[in-house]
């Protein structure tokens, strides 16, 4: 039973390429290890598709607990939530995504319309403001995204994943939407408590002012900053000859930029930055630069100033950014334990969190190109996840899949429809209780369900109790047995399970 | 606005075949009456696939608010959770559905495996539990599937939909998890207030006994059966004509039949049956027989026999039920509402459940054929949806799409720091907080907003209240307005945000 769950949550981790293991499963792990195909002769294979992967009872508490978390930020923050469908017509998503088009799942044309599952949750929002017309609207949403890329589930990448979007859609005064997505970043990242972590920030106008101010052609603007998007990963010398033989960018060009993207600092960089006299010629920079100070600025009254840093080698991937951008990086220690989920590289190791202001995208949906400004951010919840489990596996603690708090057990044979009514008794009174599918059985094996299951309290009855209108209840931490009147019962149980005393019990019950 | 929210909730109900407007569209309702397709000049077609739709902030409020109550229960009963991917390979749903597998979709073959989207969540849970060898496991799934049917969204019938399953698999004592399912379905539908209802029950064992008993050829009987089916929607003559012209029955047997199906009742319908000689002399129906009278002394011992009726026309449509079966129906007034949106026809109306035993369906994905028993509940949540939305409208009540709590002012020009501030203090004391994203804002506006909103509590600050170290709490509700210092501020939320409190200004605030 422990092994398996040793098993699960290894998987959970990553460690495995294999499904999580749910209980039941037989205790052979050594032939489970076998990779899915390799499953010798059957008339069908029993797999999940390529790059998916079912969640077991385990992992799903996990989550919930994630999710509620993050959930709870959105809605502190006033946030609305909408849902669109997991497909979109495909001429949608048509020219949204430059060449990562390709790993988009196109169904299949069975008569009428030709759809593709979406890509990510930022283009279906798009398309949710402009056909409704609506000009301002702070919403999170939290749904899956499919991409098909090569999976790497070891690493946390999968075809199949939770995307956790927050946006802030409408005309407001600069920098306030964005620095609250900031704020919403630290307060989650900070209630997952997974260690030390930063929020680099940087401006797409201060990159393109950089590029003009170092003689970059405008035209060569998007692929040099997809070049310099690829610093976080790549050493300089192979990221310049990117630029240089690939792109045919002039080197003394490649050498300029360099000496401004290895900058990063707070206000003082921006100081800095704004008395440069060959940057502060081109406006876009200088447009830049004082949305970065006025963001800093406000950084500082929300608190955060100690997890920003305003970073110039961060870029972004996507194409549809136009202002700020962001990304959340894990520096802390307590990411050892995921980053060796990730053993196999470093890729985007401490990446949990990014985004960035897109004020173009709604318009490409408009017929009239009318615009409505965005800014938002998306978080890596399935990297959180990964990092939640592993200190779940650490901590060797159990993870409890139910939230049952009494167990209803009947001290003779023959008694299962009183049992029946004690359940609904207590059902009714809403309190999560469960009892045996069995007819008549074992009290040993009932108490020993409880202890297992992380049970609280199990109540007993047998004849004598019933004529004397009474029940046992056993608090299963301490032990402790003793009668209760059945008309207190279900204020007794309330009590017994009231915080104060319900937490210790589930505490010593659960560490096992 | 108030049109906007009448329209919205009117395309909730499905009495629109437009999407929901959301907040910030203009008022030109007349206009947007125009069917998807008839937009004139356009680049390209701004809208969902046919069959879907997206969820307004209104409308996820009032999902969310059917979804825990829902969860709720479950919870209760002490059941996990699980997920599987949105697509399985397409030979996991092969031959699971009849002739509704043509209703699957499929994804386009881009290289690598033939993926369909889930039909369903019971033929992933079996596939989960074979895969993973579980033998015996409680859980819930809350996810969409995909039917390419026709769609009747007016009826409520879409291409994407939520299903809401408990399922109960394991080897266990008869009739003991089939009671338990009906237990959740009448908690479920008592708790979400939609008036009264019944829950059907029958067994598929006893169908074939009287099938045999009538002398309707053993490989005629699922056909008879799927006719059996039509009986809740199509008078009988048209299912004998069928039974007899279609299928090829002796008109004899089928007025035998009809003779049997009429019937329904409860225990005494069981001692009646079998008390019939020629019935009783069919294994099947004996079997099914002691079975539904088991079933119905739980359900006395449950409390719900009055929501349960014994009903021998009840079939279901599903080829892999192997025992008792289950459907709910609507039957009170309440539902009138909710008939209204579906005035094109009365097709399965009043449906809001169903499901069964079926202890076949694992043992197709077991190479050795192994069966894991397992009977489950699906909860029609679109339908309840639809209720719980028409619900809304009809009381006029505004559906709050957000739980802010306080609303931050500044009283004067070039305090949007000390805003932020404050803002932060209150989100850092995890209260729901909301402010301006403008510099400069005027209090008459941002009063405004709240009182739209309902939110509850206004803290308005401004330079003097800042130098002596107060705030000024406005009570939206009563107009109340108090200083509270600064250092008390957190504290005087809390109670004037406290139950007794609050809950008397939202309802003031919320009924416009």
């Known amino acids: 039973e422990e092994v398996n769950k040793l098993l699960s949550l290894k998987s959970l981790l990553g460690l495995d390429t294999k499904p999580a293991k749910a209980k039941g499963e037989s205790n052979k792990s050594k032939e489970n290890k076998k990779q899915p195909g390799d499953e010798g002769p059957k008339k069908f294979v029993l797999k999940t598709p390529k790059g998916t992967r079912d969640f077991a009872p385990e992992q799903m508490a996990i989550r919930e607990q994630v999710f509620n978390k993050i959930v709870a930020c959105f809605k502190r923050h006033g946030a609305e939530t909408i849902d669109t469908p997991v497909f979109?017509?495909?001429?949608?998503?048509?020219?949204?995504?430059?060449?990562?088009?390709?790993?988009?799942?196109?169904?299949?044309?069975?008569?009428?319309?030709?759809?593709?599952?979406?890509?990510?949750?930022?283009?279906?929002?798009?398309?949710?403001?402009?056909?409704?017309?609506?000009?301002n609207i702070k919403?999170?949403?939290?749904?899956?995204?499919?991409?098909?890329?090569?999976?790497?589930?070891?690493?946390?990448?999968?075809?199949?994943?939770?995307?956790?979007?927050?946006?802030?859609?409408?005309?407001?005064?600069?920098?306030?939407?964005?620095?609250?997505?900031?704020?919403?970043?630290?307060?989650?990242?900070?209630?997952?408590?997974?260690?030390?972590?930063?929020?680099?920030?940087?401006?797409?106008?201060?990159?393109?002012?950089?590029?003009a101010a170092c003689g970059v052609p405008d035209h060569k603007f998007r692929p040099i900053c997809s070049a310099v998007d690829k610093l976080d990963k790549t050493p300089w010398e192979d990221v310049r000859k990117e630029m240089v033989d690939e792109k045919g960018l002039d080197p003394n060009t490649a050498?300029?930029?360099?000496?401004?993207?290895?900058?990063?600092?707070?206000?003082?960089?921006?100081?800095?930055?704004?008395?440069?006299e060959i940057l502060t010629c081109e406006k876009s920079a200088v447009e830049g630069l004082e949305d970065i100070r006025l963001l800093l600025s406000y950084c500082?009254?929300?608190?955060?100033?100690?997890?920003?840093s305003f970073d110039l080698s961060l870029a972004r991937g996507l194409d549809y950014y136009t202002g700020v951008i962001y990304e959340a990086i894990l520096t802390?220690?307590?990411?050892?334990?995921?980053?060796?989920?990730?053993?196999?590289?470093?890729?985007?190791v401490g990446s949990v969190a990014g985004g960035g202001r897109y004020d173009g995208l709604v318009g490409m949906f408009d017929s009239k190109g009318r615009k409505v400004p965005c800014v938002g951010?998306?978080?890596?919840?399935?990297?959180?996840?990964?990092?939640?489990?592993?200190?779940?596996?650490?901590?060797?603690?159990?993870?409890?899949?139910?939230?049952?708090?009494?167990?209803?057990?009947?001290?003779?044979?023959?008694?299962?429809?009183?049992r029946l009514k004690l359940c609904k008794a207590l059902w009714d009174a809403d309190i999560k209780t469960e009892q045996s599918y069995k007819k008549n059985t074992k009290m040993l094996t009932e108490f020993q369900y409880c202890e297992q299951n992380g049970?609280?309290?199990?109540?007993?009855?047998?004849?004598s109790e019933?004529?004397?209108?009474?029940?046992?209840?056993?608090?299963?931490?301490?032990?402790?047995?003793?009668?209760?009147?059945?008309?207190?019962?279900?204020?007794?149980?309330?009590?017994a399970l009231a915080p104060g005393n319900s937490e210790d019990t589930t505490a010593s019950i659960c560490s096992s």
């Open 88 to 135: 979109e017509l495909k001429e949608t998503l048509t020219g949204k995504y430059g060449e990562d088009s390709k790993l988009i799942y196109d169904l299949a044309d069975q008569g009428g319309e030709l759809l593709s599952l979406r890509y990510d949750l930022t283009v279906p929002f798009a398309r949710y403001l402009a056909m409704n017309k609506v000009t």
């Open 139 to 211: 919403r999170y949403h939290i749904a899956k995204v499919y991409r098909r890329d090569n999976p790497a589930m070891n690493r946390g990448r999968f075809r199949e994943f939770y995307q956790c979007d927050f946006d802030i859609a409408g005309q407001y005064d600069a920098m306030l939407p964005d620095t609250e997505c900031i704020k919403i970043v630290v307060e989650i990242l900070s209630s997952l408590d997974i260690g030390d972590f930063v929020v680099k920030v940087n401006h797409r106008k201060l990159l393109d002012g950089i590029f």
């Open 255 to 276: 050498d300029k930029i360099w000496e401004y993207v290895q900058q990063s600092g707070g206000m003082d960089l921006v100081e800095r930055l704004l008395k440069n």
């Open 300 to 308: 500082e009254a929300y608190g955060v100033t100690n997890r920003v």
């Open 332 to 348: 802390g220690t307590e990411t050892a334990v995921a980053a060796a989920a990730d053993e196999e590289g470093s890729v985007g």
């Open 377 to 418: 951010i998306s978080i890596g919840i399935e990297r959180l996840f990964s990092i939640m489990e592993a200190k779940a596996l650490a901590s060797e603690e159990k993870v409890r899949t139910t939230e049952t708090e009494v167990y209803v057990i009947a001290a003779q044979k023959g008694m299962v429809e009183e």
């Open 455 to 463: 049970i609280p309290l199990a109540i007993i009855i047998g004849q």
């Open 466 to 495: 019933i004529e004397a209108g009474i029940v046992k209840m056993k608090i299963m931490a301490s032990r402790e047995e003793r009668e209760v009147k059945r008309d207190n019962m279900i204020e007794e149980i309330k009590k």
